[in-house]
Every structure is written in C-alpha cells, then in structure tokens.
C-alpha cells in the first residue's frame, strides 16, 4: 500500500504556520515560494504537537479546583442578603443610637454612690465640682447640636443629652447644698460662665451661619471639644487627691522626723544625767 500524501490546502494546519511567512515573499499569492521554508516549520510543528499535551496537563494542574455549591452555605448567602436588603440604613442608625443612648446612661449615672455618700456625710469633703461641670457643659452643646434649626432630625441626641442635662443639674444642686463659702461660690461662677457661653454660641451661629452644614459643623467641632474636656475632667480631681496626699505625706513624715529627733534629745540628757550622778555630779 503506497504511502499517502497529504494535500496541501489552505486552511490545514502546515498553511497556519506558512501563512505569515508566505506574506514575507515576493510572490505571496501563491504558496509555492514557502516551500522553501519547510526546514524550519515542520520541526516547530513537530515540537508543538509533542509538547501540547503536555501543557494541557500542566495547565489542569495549576488551574484552581472547582467549587461545587454548597447548598447550606447557598441558604446562609440568600437570608443573609435578604436581610441586608430588607434593613435600611435609618434603621440599622437608629438601632445603634439607641444602645449608644443606654451606654451613655450609665456613665451619666455612675456618679450615684459618690452623691449617696455626701447626703449621708452631709459635707462634700474634698470631693471637686469640676466633672459634673463639664459633663454638664458637654449635654448642653450637643444638644444645641441636635436642635432642628443646627441638626434636623437629632431626636436621639437631644434626649439622651437633654437627660445628662437634668442629671448633672441635680448633681450640682447637691454638691452646692452641702458646699459652703468659697467653695459654693465657684461652682456658681463656673455654672454662671457655662450657661452665658451656650447662649452666646447659639445666637452667633443661628445668625451667621445660614446652612444646616456650616451649622452642624461648627457646633460639632465645640461639642468634640467639650466631649473630650469632659473626659479629662477627673484627670483635674486625681491631680487635687495627688496633692492632697503628697502634702498630707509630707507633713506625716515631717512630723516623725521631729518625733525621732526629740526621742534622741531626750535619750542624750537622761544618758548625760546617769553619767553625772555616777561621778558625784561632776562630768
């Protein structure tokens, strides 16, 4: 059976890689001239062919594994997004705002048991007004902050600040009550300061800042202020109970070192005395 040979036509797979060859000869019409460049293509060709199956293996390999789907996790992924896309931003703010409101309560609160104890000492001692000023300036600026005409709609501010108002004003009304002299008088100064300066800031801004967003903003910045000099403000009072100690330990120690000294002094006379007595009162 005689060998048979393939037709050459274009179109199979040896005019492939004759074809861009064919277009560098003179006489690219026809496909006579690339006969030449037989040498050179058929080795290539040969080389594709061994090593393509090679690569088709190879690239299996690195190719990542398929994922079959997973019908619990399919479940988990549809209620999930149906959640999302059933929860509103406004709802998800309010939620939020609410237990930030709660959090918030309690630090307001948490001053209880020191005002418990000054109603049953009847004294303040040497507990300091400054916290309960500052919280109390800090309620008052957010809730110019949350007023319709800075803020609209702020009803989660204004309540919660609008309650740390009312409980820090019956902090006060405690601490002047059982204060005297000039202790009383500077808390009624600095009540005085606080109030004339909200009501300065508020007439400024309502009068020269004409938008909800130049407002909000200006009123914000000073509530960030006040907010953080709140949180400072107990940083004063272990600052006073520091002095308050180091002066009180200073004395103690004082006063023992003139104790020893005088305990010496004694113990030199009485020993100075036996040894005169001894020499029949000559020393």
């Not at 398929?66 to 619990?72: I, K, S």
């Not at 005002?115 to 000492?121: A, G, T």
């Not at 005409?149 to 740390?164: D, E, R, Y």
């Amino acid at each position: 059976m005689g060998a048979t040979t393939k037709e050459f036509r274009p179109g199979s797979d040896l005019t492939l890689y004759l074809r861009p060859l064919l277009l560098l000869t003179p006489s690219h019409n026809s496909t006579s001239d690339g006969i030449l460049l037989l040498p050179v293509l058929v080795p290539v060709r040969l080389l594709h062919l061994q090593f393509r199956p090679a690569a088709a293996r190879l690239s299996s390999l690195l190719a990542p594994p398929r994922r079959t789907p997973d019908a619990g996790n399919e479940r988990v992924f549809v209620v999930a997004r149906a959640a999302t896309m059933t929860i509103s931003p406004d709802t998800i703010r309010t939620a939020i705002g609410v237990v930030g409101n709660g959090t918030a309560l309690v630090l307001f609160l948490s001053p209880v048991p020191t005002f418990i104890r000054i109603w049953k000492k009847g004294s303040v001692e040497q507990y300091s007004a400054v916290p309960y000023v500052a919280t109390l300036l800090n309620c008052m600026m957010w809730v110019l902050y949350g007023l319709p005409a800075v803020h609209p709609h702020s009803m989660l501010v204004i309540t919660i600040n609008g309650t740390g108002m009312a409980i820090e004003l019956t902090y006060i009304a405690l601490f002047l009550a059982f204060s005297a002299g000039a202790v009383r008088r500077r808390v009624l100064l600095l009540l005085a300061a606080e109030v004339a300066f909200v009501a300065a800031v508020a007439a400024l801004v309502l009068s020269l800042a004409h938008t909800h967003d130049r407002r909000s903003m200006i009123v914000g910045i000073l509530c960030v202020l006040f907010g953080t000099g709140m949180y400072a403000a107990p940083l004063s009072v272990m600052l006073i109970l520091y002095a308050i100690y180091y002066k009180s330990t200073q004395q103690i120690m004082e006063a023992r070192k003139r104790k020893a000294d005088q305990a010496v002094a004694m113990t030199e006379v009485v020993v100075d005395s036996s040894a005169a007595a001894k020499n029949g009162g000559h020393y």
